[in-house]
């Protein structure tokens, strides 16, 4: 019998859907085709709800209400502000409001976050165990903060202007921004102490400055003994003895002479003060090593940040922010007289060397190297990268921060 014949009659087949396999596979195609469209369109409608996005980030209205409200506490309490309207309409500054102050901070700590999110998926993903503990915080949320159960948390919510979803959404974009430098840098900078990102370690190593400090000192001196060690007196303080006649004189005719060179300098004569002369001088009168070999200073880091004259022990009270001026905003072979009590303080702003902050002879000034820059190459990427996002301000103006209250019943507490 011919194939025509075994077809029921007005029944049109296909010959290759004779075949159950290219049935099977047919069938997946559909699905998978039907999948990408509905997977299409749900984010379609997530990126129109999104108020803030960056990359695949995306922030609704409720958890940037969150993040908003939960800012606004901070703001206050930074700037010991009062929440009423008269407060917000005040003058901060010039044609600033306190209101228009607040509401330019609260959406840069929104970018931010966005930005952070963003650099925590660029890098890393959230495990298994993170993702559980985030779903367990949340949870537990509700009993600490007295909701028996998300439709209450709801409730009490709603005139923050976030619902429980958000607030899950928020503590997830909170989370990636706090990891995410430890996810990039590794813990106290250790990716970049491994030779990682070296560009950007050099950029940051880039914001230090050099100098040399010569201190004479013209009212006293500190008590040496024979092996070279400073003596301590009964107060465990560092002893000091009167200057003899003869070296007031020597140190008197030194000053003269550097005080003629760095204005000979100045004024393009003889006699001009150069580097090496300073070294000799140096030499005279410094003892320590690390003197000698001169001073590493960023107005980031964690050692050098902080006035010199908390730092060392040479210096009196006060030289602090008047050198630290010099040294931040002269111009490298430049020489200055910096005004201190109990005698004279000569510096040299000079060139970094290549690579000092891995230098053993260097090390003080560099001990939290790494750490401080993983703190600052990361705070500088979401600054720059915080101008990209995009901000939808026909909806996020919907969110009046003035306005609503600041959220101080749905904190966070405990750590991730």
């Known amino acids: 019998m011919s194939k025509e014949k075994n077809a029921k009659k007005g029944e049109t087949r296909h010959p290759v859907l004779k075949n159950p396999i290219f049935v099977t596979v047919a069938l997946t195609l559909s699905l998978v085709i039907l999948f990408t469209g509905v997977t299409g369109i749900i984010l379609a409608v997530r990126n129109a709800r999104a108020l803030v996005s960056y990359g695949g980030v995306r922030i609704e209205k409720s958890a940037a209400a969150y993040l908003a409200t939960t800012y606004k506490r901070s703001f206050i309490s930074k700037y010991n502000a ?147 060690d400073y003596r301590v007196n009964e107060n465990g303080e560092l002893a000091t003895r009167p200057l003899s006649d003869a070296e007031l004189s020597e140190r008197t005719a030194d000053i003269a002479e550097i005080r003629d060179a760095i204005a000979a300098l100045e004024n393009g004569t003889d006699g001009q003060i150069t580097e090496q002369f300073f070294d000799d001088m140096l030499k005279k009168y410094e003892l320590d090593d690390y003197t000698l070999e001169g001073y590493y200073f960023s107005p980031v880091d964690s050692v050098t940040g902080i006035p010199f004259a908390d730092a060392t022990r040479a210096f009196a009270e006060g030289v602090g922010a008047e050198l630290l001026e010099f040294i931040y905003t002269r111009e490298v072979g430049e020489f200055a007289e910096i005004p201190v009590s109990g005698g004279v303080c000569f510096v040299y702003r000079g060139e970094p060397a290549v690579g000092a902050y891995s230098s053993m002879t260097y090390e003080y000034f560099f001990s939290d190297f790494y750490s401080d820059a993983a703190n600052y190459l990361y705070a500088a990427s979401l600054l720059e990268l915080s101008e990209a996002v995009s901000v939808k301000d026909r909806y996020y103006g919907e969110i009046d921060i003035t306005a609503l209250p600041y959220n101080w019943e749905f904190i966070i507490k405990s750590g991730f």
Do not use: H, M, P
């Not at 429980?164 to 990039?184: H, N, P, W």
């Not at 990682?196 to 013209?218: C, D, H, N, P």
């Open 82 to 228: 009062t929440d009423s309207e008269s407060f917000w309409s005040g003058r901060y500054s010039g044609e600033t409001s306190w209101g228009e102050l607040l509401e330019s901070e609260t959406e840069a700590y929104i970018r931010e976050v966005a930005v952070g999110a963003y650099l925590f998926d660029r890098y890393s993903t959230l495990t298994r165990d993170e993702k559980k503990s985030i779903k367990e915080l949340a949870s537990s949320a509700l009993v600490d903060f007295g909701c028996a159960d998300r439709r209450d948390f709801d409730a009490k919510a709603e005139k923050y202007g976030f619902d429980y979803g958000g607030f899950v959404d928020a503590l997830t974009l909170i989370y990636k921004t706090e990891q995410a430098q430890r996810r990039i840098y590794g813990d106290g900078g250790s990716v970049l102490s491994a030779g990682g990102f070296q560009s950007e370690v050099e950029r940051y190593y880039g914001g230090y400055v050099y100098a040399k400090l010569l201190f004479i000192r013209t009212e006293f001196e500190y008590d040496i003994d024979e092996n070279g």
